[in-house]
């Protein structure tokens, strides 16, 4: 059996069985993908992994969350989307473009190379290893740089993650606001899922906030390669070789589906007892990327900026959304 297949039937039986854990389990004050989280990260840090071990674990991790957010589309309306569009857009169109440019800018002062900057500012941003992978690709950054910022959009987003779900509860945040913060300031999309696992209002709005915020990565790389002083051909190469992610366009199909009223009751259940397997699967593989040494692999610049740039999203969302509500 090969490592991929192998990496793939452990995360989806650490997601399982908290999924049928948390069914005896009543009480706690967490879900599954959180369980499936710290069972993952304690296997993560207990004992040794290969490298490409971890990236097969974290790469169905975010399969999962991909996944589980076409799903979702089946659990919300167009019309439902379309309100939330006047709310969403200026805290997520701010934050994106602030969060860049004020960490391509610091990286300048701390003495960190333009391409790390970039990588670093794009992975905080939009959506961690996904936008990270996307810069890297036109803006010629190194390989080492890329996994450092990885490494720094998994582990402070979790760190991230595990605190918004704690102040929840004592700031007493109602669910749009929450929703709103966590989408708009968590660097993975299993990030925000899983600070959401209670589901409902919370979810979908976090859901929501992440995708608008993932449609701003053809920006980003076209300002990522300007930044790097890529020639004019790269910038235009990579627009529009730019391909909106085909999750994405799952979920839109369902929102569409459900607006029209085209799927049975049936049907939206065996999806609902879905995405929660899916997201336990997503936590689970992100976990397996919490490898706290590798945060000083490239010394204390670096980390100095990407924990800057997770303060300020992080501070900033949360200062709009308090705005806006």
């Given at each position: 059996m090969s490592h991929p297949i192998?990496?793939?039937?452990?995360?989806?039986?650490?997601?399982?069985?908290?999924?049928?854990?948390?069914?005896?389990?009543?009480?706690?004050?967490?879900?599954?993908?959180?369980?499936a989280f710290a069972v993952a990260l304690a296997l993560s840090v207990a004992l040794p992994w290969a490298p490409q071990r971890r990236d097969d674990m974290m790469a169905t991790g975010?399969?999962?969350?991909?996944?589980?957010?076409?799903?979702?589309?089946?659990?919300?309306?167009?019309?439902?989307?379309?309100?939330?569009?006047?709310?969403?857009?200026?805290?997520?169109?701010?934050?994106?473009?602030?969060?860049?440019?004020?960490?391509?800018?610091?990286?300048r002062t701390l003495r960190v190379s333009k391409s790390l900057g970039v990588v670093i500012g794009a992975a905080t941003a939009v959506c961690g290893a996904s936008a990270a992978l996307a810069?890297?690709?036109?803006?010629?950054?190194?390989?080492?740089?890329?996994?450092?910022?990885?490494?720094?959009?998994?582990?402070?987003?979790?760190?991230?993650?595990?605190?918004?779900?704690?102040?929840?509860?004592?700031?007493?945040?109602?669910?749009?606001?929450?929703g709103l913060w966590v989408g708009a300031s968590l660097h993975?999309?299993?990030?925000?899922?899983?600070?959401?696992?209670?589901?409902?209002e919370a979810r979908i709005i976090a859901t929501i906030t992440k995708i608008a915020r993932i449609l701003c990565l053809p920006a980003i790389i076209?300002?990522?390669?300007?930044?790097?002083?890529?020639?004019?051909?790269c910038g235009r190469r990579e627009r529009s070789s730019v391909k909106l992610p085909g999750f994405l366009l799952w979920f839109a199909a369902g929102s569409l589906l459900?607006?029209?009223?085209?799927?049975?009751?049936?049907?939206?259940?065996?999806?609902?007892?879905?995405?929660?397997?899916?997201l336990a699967s997503a936590l689970a593989g992100l976990a397996f990327g919490v490898v706290p040494r590798e945060l000083i692999a490239l010394g204390w610049r670096p980390l100095a900026l990407a924990v800057a740039a997770t303060v300020f999203i992080t501070i900033y969302s949360a200062l709009m959304v308090a705005a806006i509500s």
């Open positions: 192998r990496g793939a039937l452990l995360i989806f039986g650490i997601a399982a069985g908290a999924v049928l854990g948390m069914k005896f389990a009543t009480g706690l004050p967490v879900g599954p993908p959180i369980v975010r399969a999962s969350a991909r996944w589980a957010i076409a799903l979702m589309g089946l659990g919300v309306s167009l019309p439902e989307i379309a309100s939330l569009g006047l709310v969403v857009l200026p805290i997520v169109l701010s934050a994106v473009a602030l969060t860049f440019f004020l960490t391509v800018k610091l990286a810069v890297a690709s036109t803006c010629g950054d190194r390989r080492e740089e890329t996994t450092y910022a990885i490494a720094c959009a998994t582990i402070l987003g979790s760190i991230v993650m595990l605190l918004l779900m704690a102040l929840r509860s004592y700031l007493h945040v109602q669910p749009e606001q929450y993975e999309v299993a990030h925000v899922l899983g600070a959401t696992d209670s589901g409902g076209f300002a990522g390669a300007i930044v790097t002083r890529q020639d004019s051909t459900v607006s029209l009223g085209l799927v049975p009751a049936p049907l939206l259940m065996v999806a609902s007892q879905a995405v929660s397997l899916l």
